[in-house]
């Protein structure tokens, strides 16, 4: 057996965790001098009211090792192989964490940690993947050789409707250069090599930009595998979320279209209003 476990970085919803049977690790929100569990302890509106009282972006940091070998424990005295996926090891100790209580558990063996060089369901793409593989019975290194071959294929990317959360957090290189313009302006964030990259820049209304952003990944999605797509978003209006997903329908090419909120992580650097299209890209 190969047991999924996942840092609460991935974006996946109770219910894809518990079809997938996916355990997660919560990361740190530190608000002040209070410090909260991601996904557990805190919602994401909670932390936008203390951050826009305070004017400043939560702090975050990994899970603690001891959090961590309690969580790997019950596997690795059964013998069981765990495959532990991680956001980005540029953006976050994580991984090293589940390393080291591995470890700790004298588990080196058959814990195996994934640096998914990506955040949010970028992230919960791979751990899907992973998950269907456990279910059909594939062993650990198949299941680790086919996450390598997909991590580069993960499309991930968003826009956002607000840059002071980006800005406040120092996360997002090449974003300084945009602060000077109007506060209209709404850029492509683009997840590559495990690093945010700001692309192309919209302006206007979010519902407008929102759909212009889609519509932009277009000859893209009609590469992407079929499976699934997410749109992931931190607290987007109702009917924005729904324009896109009626967009993504049309196009005829997915299995799924999953829609998720974005955790107390993620939101915490991206601010309100932001919105991800997610999938992977084919291999032909």
């Known amino acids: 057996m190969v047991k999924i476990v996942s840092d609460s970085t991935c974006d996946l919803s109770p219910e894809l ?10 990361l740190h929100i530190c608000l002040g001098d209070e410090e909260y569990r991601d996904g557990a302890d805190i919602t994401p509106p909670e932390i936008y009211r203390w951050a826009d ?5 939560p702090k975050t940091s990994a899970p603690s090792i001891p959090e961590a070998v309690s969580l790997l424990r019950p596997y690795a005295e059964k013998g069981d192989a765990v495959i532990c996926f991680a956001i980005s090891e540029e953006m976050s100790s994580s991984a090293a964490v589940m390393r080291l209580a591995a470890q ?8 195996f940690v994934v640096n998914s060089q990506n955040l949010s369901t970028g992230i919960g793409l791979l751990v899907i993947e992973a998950a269907v593989l456990a279910a ?5 290194q198949a299941i680790l050789a086919q996450t390598e071959k997909l991590k580069p294929l993960v499309r991930a ?3 956002v409707d607000t840059l002071v959360y980006l800005h406040r957090g120092g996360r997002c ?5 945009m602060l000077g313009s109007t506060l209209k302006l709404h850029p492509q964030i683009v997840v590559s090599q495990g690093k945010m990259h700001p692309a192309k820049k919209y302006r206007g209304r979010m519902e407008s930009v929102v ?22 978003h931190s607290g987007c209006e109702r009917a924005i979320v729904d324009r896109v997903r009626d967009y993504l329908a049309s196009l005829g090419i997915f299995e799924e279209i999953l829609e998720t909120r974005a955790g107390g992580v993620i939101s915490s650097h991206c601010g309100p ?12």
């Open 17 to 26: 965790l518990k079809r997938y049977q996916v355990d997660i690790l919560p």
């Open 53 to 57: 009282a305070h004017k400043t972006t």
């Open 104 to 111: 700790e558990l004298d588990a080196g063996d058959r814990v």
């Open 136 to 140: 059909q019975g594939a062993d650990a």
């Open 157 to 159: 990317s968003f826009v």
């Open 173 to 177: 290189s090449g974003l300084s250069a």
């Open 211 to 232: 759909l212009s952003y889609a519509r932009d990944l277009e000859e893209d999605l009609k590469k992407a595998r079929p499976e699934r797509v997410f749109i992931t």
């Open 273 to 284: 209003g932001t919105l991800g299209v997610l999938f992977i890209a084919g291999e032909g």
